[in-house]
């Protein structure tokens, strides 16, 4: 049974860092291109980044470009979003998603996900 657990989340003031995790368990995971999004309630599902199945090509969104970093261990079956100088704006529930293949074309088109995890709250303090 696919598993995807993020962790990580938490209050932080406005200019702070956190680093999210998402583990996931039950199969191999360097089979799967990872993505984290992130929704606020009454909004859509929004792109944030996505890493390739070796790790070797990532894509982010341009509102966190520069700021956050997405990387991936897969002998820990666990991929990472640093967050730096975040903002008020950045406030919301970030979910980590997998899918077999990655690709530009359509890396930040959630319905291309096939497994979600339950996602961890963000909130930024201005």
């Known amino acids: 049974q696919v598993q995807l657990v993020e962790s990580g989340g938490g209050l932080v003031q406005a200019g702070g860092s956190l680093r999210l995790s998402c583990v996931d368990g039950?199969?191999?995971?360097?089979?799967?291109?990872m993505g984290w999004f992130r929704q606020v309630p009454g909004k859509e599902r929004e792109f944030v980044a996505a890493?390739?199945?070796?790790?070797?090509?990532?894509y982010y969104a341009d509102s966190v470009k520069g700021r956050f970093t997405i990387s991936r261990d897969n002998a820990k079956n666990t991929v990472y979003l640093q967050m730096n100088s975040l903002k008020p704006e950045d406030t919301a529930v970030y979910l980590c998603a997998a899918r077999r293949y990655f690709a530009y074309s359509d890396s930040d088109d959630w319905t291309k996900y096939d497994d979600w995890g339950q996602g961890t709250q963000v909130t930024v303090s201005s």
């Open positions: 890493i390739s199945r070796s790790g070797d090509y990532t």
């Open positions: 039950g199969r191999t995971f360097s089979d799967y291109a």
